[in-house]
């Protein structure tokens, strides 16, 4: 009987890992980069973030630092794309972040480095300038599952270092009585051929303290009988005031 006990809890254990994934491969333009090249490499395998409070909000599990992580060069207006190691399986939004030094959703955040981007933690501020959120026709969602998620540099970015970040919010789960579940992957990026810097991103935001439980995006039960309207959590996409000029540390957050 334990034997058979411990069968059934490995097979639930494999089961619910297989619904798992992670954004492992980073594309500038048209050149894909290995597994884990210029990306901060977690060390929770392909397993999710949950607690709102943790610095793990950030880069991941073991990605508080990236001095083992290389840095890709790239240019204001680049292409980049990042490829997670099978599609997304959890509906929910994608967000995609850079800083200055189930259903889902998906944000992009930059973050801009104080100084060398393999030194920096992400503690600074975040900007968001990117969201894959649903679309609604008949009373359906239709979520953006893909294995795949492309945009590009902004064009205002000064040069510098930054953390690229990216997230899915796979909300299959609803709170309070599931928890919503963060994949999270940060690159490693070096901006140089930038324009003369003016103006600033706003809003920024702080990570932890960007996503809350109190957000209609966190808490949103999408097997309600009306599910018509989702509002990604974190905020706004941030937006440059004449030209983009991040404050040192910054870091762009991803909303709606």
């Known amino acids: 009987m334990k034997f058979l006990a411990l069968i059934i809890a490995l097979a639930v254990a494999v089961n619910e890992a297989s619904g798992h994934y992670i ?23 392909n397993s999710p973030v949950t607690d709102l409070a943790s610095n793990d909000l950030r880069c991941n599990v073991g990605g508080a630092s990236g001095a083992q992580t290389t840095v890709a060069n790239v240019k204001p207006g680049d292409s980049f ?38 030194d920096y933690d992400g503690s600074g501020k975040w900007a968001k300038f990117k969201d894959f959120g649903p679309t609604f026709s008949n009373g359906q969602a239709t979520w953006p599952l893909r294995q795949t998620y ?51 991103f706003a809003p920024t935001l702080s990570i932890p303290g960007a996503f809350k439980e109190t957000d209609p995006g966190y808490t949103a039960n999408i097997y309600q009988p009306v599910f018509t309207s989702y509002a990604v959590p974190g905020g706004k996409e941030s937006h440059p005031k004449g030209r983009l000029r991040l404050p040192d540390p910054f870091v762009h957050p991803y909303g709606s």
């Open 23 to 45: 954004f492992q491969q980073l594309s500038i333009g048209s050149i894909r980069y290995g597994v884990f090249q210029h990306i901060r490499k977690n060390t929770n395998y």
């Open 81 to 118: 794309t990042f490829t997670l190691d099978i599609a997304v399986y959890h509906q929910g939004p994608i967000l995609s972040v850079s800083s200055p030094g189930a259903a889902q959703r998906g944000s992009r955040f930059l973050s801009k480095a104080p100084s060398h981007v393999q």
């Open 150 to 200: 492309e945009h590009k540099i902004p064009t205002c970015l000064r040069d510098g270092e930054y953390l690229l970040r990216i997230h899915n919010l796979a909300i299959h789960n609803p709170w309070p009585a599931g928890v919503p579940q963060f994949y999270i992957s940060c690159a490693q990026i070096n901006v140089t051929g930038s324009p003369a810097p003016a103006g600033a």
